[in-house]
């Protein structure tokens, strides 16, 4: 069985700028043009997933990926694991991230 994502784009003059997907309750893309990045769009996507699961949020990123890190952190995830690489297709160390949510 599939499971059910939702995604949602984010649209600058007409263009995609970026992309959300979340699938249950997990962030499984957040993607923004590099031509679009730093200019709040990610920051406004990770708003509005976090507005559609209240409860909480788990999000898994390259280890080596610093600017996603940071900006997940600044976000309010916390690291709560991380990965050799054997979980994920490329083979890279990540590391999983919760962000606990409102009710919590």
């Known amino acids: 069985m599939l499971a059910e994502q939702e ?3 984010a649209e600058v003059d007409g263009t995609i700028a ?4 979340l699938r249950g309750d997990s962030v499984d893309h957040l993607y923004i043009r590099p031509g679009a990045q730093r200019r709040g769009i990610g920051a406004r996507l990770l708003q ?6 209240p409860h ?3 999000l898994y990123t390259f280890e080596a990926n610093e ?5 997940y952190e600044k976000h309010g995830f916390k690291a709560i694991a991380f990965g050799d690489g054997t ?3 490329e083979g890279e160390p990540d ?8 009710s919590r």
């Open 87 to 89: 979980g994920n297709e």
């Open 18 to 21: 970026g992309m959300l997907v």
């Open 67 to 71: 600017p996603a890190r940071d900006f």
């Open 48 to 53: 509005h997933a976090k507005r559609q699961r």
């Open 95 to 102: 590391v999983l991230y919760e962000w606990k949510g409102l």
């Open 56 to 58: 909480g949020l788990r």
């Open 7 to 9: 995604a949602w784009v």
